[in-house]
């Protein structure tokens, strides 16, 4: 959508200026001003003969009973501006979208192609002979300028969609080579991005400005992946879809989905009322949800599957959804022992995975020797796969299996991680609980709460203790995380009545205390204003920087 409205609002093409190649993209309409047609026909006639322009102009009608029709289609400002004369004034992905845009245009105000369905048998010998199916082209029509689906096929291509030279019977076909190959029975392929779209306007799912949306809301809830530009299920997709159909079926129904669309289509136009149409939605929906979370267990919403009995311990190995992913795990929560679980690895899925690769899973955390007197060992975690040693922890690299990786090369990861520790540390008061650290953005002061900028123009390790106070005290509060800031507001809201109320029950006057809070603000902004580099001049003199600062409290 950015390459598109770059073309759209404009592109600098030498003489010509800034020119803006492509109509309003955003819209749902198929038809074309009269004025484009007639000038689409004309660099048809031009380019492609007389034969390829209908007696007539083509006329679409979109299938979207609540399309956004207020713009024409998509189409070239001028069809006169062929491609190739605009290609060198365009980046490659804006090139291939207006080549995209140009094609489909001329190609939609174009005759049909004529093909002809034949098969041909080629006689080898007087005992064998061979058959081919295809077809044959009588007139390419717009395919001259575009095939649409192009480039979802492949060598998955049916024998009827094969194109054929032309041949007659009786013609000596030259023999190239001759090649066994076996075919099997296969399902239908998956879905890709034009097929997918393709099915929901048979549907009647989504309109053509919630395409987008649809397909990129699938892949961030990593209910699919694109694989060879297929879609395919991912083991929370599997397990989400199986559930729904189970116990929402109803919702799930491509039926529902195009019939609440169109009452929400109604509404929008005014034509019913929205409250009644929720309420009717609502209601049963609720009932439902409230139903299935009493009657379904645990397992079945996280699409447990049985694989087998552990060999040595004898308990059940199943595999399910956990919070952060797929797991297998041995034994119940029935059993006197915890169970035991373990990740899968990465391209192992819960509906695939056998029961030799679940218990294989098991064989974490691996013992790999003993390095410096400590035991060297390897697992997996929350972030993946790690080797330890002592309080040391080191991550894997992308090339490491947990379940191959040597001894040797996990104590180099180890000792790397623990040189890089070693290396952060430039200096340190354990009394004070300050230290200065080497950071991802250079070198910093912290005492575990705050951070201290540090001047550009001090070596770091030849900071004194006053110093880092100094430079400590005059540095901004640490920001709150994870909405610890929004909980002490609400504290502050929650603790304002009580503070009113004692101060009536004294007979104490609270406006002034107020007032006072607010005279003392500019004092502290001012304060985290001063840089760390003032703050290192005044460290030697302390005293009288506190003097200096309560006298600047006391004035504001």
């Not at 080579?177 to 239908?188: A, L, S």
């Amino acid at each position: 959508m950015r390459v598109a409205q770059k073309l759209y609002e404009g592109v600098a093409l030498g003489d010509e200026g800034t020119v803006g190649l492509i109509t309003y993209m955003r819209t749902d309409g198929v038809s074309l001003s009269v004025d484009a047609v007639a000038e689409i026909r004309d660099v048809i006639a031009r380019d492609f003969g007389t034969q390829a322009l209908p007696d007539k102009p083509v006329l679409y009608q979109s299938k979207s009973k609540n399309a956004q029709e207020a713009h024409e289609a998509v189409r070239p400002t001028s069809a006169l501006r062929t491609p190739a004369s605009v290609a060198r004034f365009l980046a490659d992905d804006e090139r291939r979208l207006y080549e995209l845009v140009w094609k489909r245009t001329l190609a939609s105000q174009m005759v049909p192609a004529t093909l002809n369905t034949v098969s041909v048998d080629l006689a080898a010998g007087s005992q064998h002979g061979f058959r081919v199916s295809g077809t044959t082209v009588v007139d390419p029509g717009f395919l001259a300028v575009y095939e649409e689906g192009k480039d979802a096929k492949g060598e998955e291509d049916d024998e009827e969609g094969r194109k054929l030279p032309d041949m007659k019977p009786g013609d000596r076909i030259p023999l190239a080579d001759v090649t066994t190959t076996q075919h099997f029975t296969e399902p239908p392929p998956r879905f890709s991005e034009a097929s997918l779209v393709k099915a929901l306007e048979e549907h009647g799912i989504g309109r053509p400005s919630t395409y987008a949306s649809i397909i990129q809301t699938l892949l961030n809830r990593e209910y699919v992946y694109l694989d060879a530009r297929r879609f395919r299920p991912t083991d929370v997709g599997r397990a989400v879809a199986k559930f729904l159909s189970a116990h929402f079926t109803q919702y799930v129904d491509y039926d529902f989905t195009a019939k609440l669309e169109d009452e929400l289509d109604e509404v929008s136009r005014g034509e019913a009322e929205w409250v009644p149409l929720l309420e009717k939605f609502w209601k049963p929906f609720s009932k439902t949800v409230e139903e299935k979370g009493e009657s379904v267990e645990r397992s079945e919403a996280s699409g447990s599957r049985v694989l087998g009995v552990d060999p040595t311990s004898g308990k059940p190995v199943s595999v399910r959804l956990g919070r952060y992913g797929p797991f297998a795990q041995i034994g119940s929560a029935e059993d006197e022992d915890k169970p035991k679980f373990a990740s899968l690895r990465g391209g192992q899925s819960m509906h695939t995975i056998t029961l030799d690769e679940a218990i294989k899973l098991f064989d974490l955390p691996r013992t790999l020797g003993v390095s410096n007197g400590e035991t060297v060992t390897v697992a997996v975690g929350r972030f993946g796969p790690f080797a330890k040693r002592g309080a040391t922890y080191a991550s894997l690299g992308k090339e490491d299996d947990p379940y191959t990786i040597s001894f040797e090369r996990a104590v180099e990861l180890i000792d790397a991680k623990e040189l890089a520790v070693a290396n952060r540390i430039i200096k340190k008061w354990d009394d004070a609980g300050i230290e200065v650290l080497n950071g991802r953005y250079g070198p910093y002061i912290t005492d575990g709460s705050k951070n201290g900028k540090i001047p550009k123009d001090r070596e770091p390790a030849s900071l004194t203790l006053e110093e880092c106070q100094a430079i400590l005290e005059a540095a901004p509060e640490a920001k709150a995380r994870f909405g610890k800031k929004a909980a002490a507001k609400k504290a502050e809201v929650k603790k304002a009545p009580v503070r009113k109320a004692a101060a009536a029950a004294t007979g104490e006057v609270a406006t002034p205390a107020k007032k006072a809070a607010a005279k003392k603000a500019p004092a502290k902004k001012a304060a985290a204003k001063k840089t760390a580099a003032s703050a290192v001049k005044k460290a030697a003199k302390k005293a009288p920087a506190k003097k200096a600062a309560a006298k600047t409290r006391a004035t504001a």
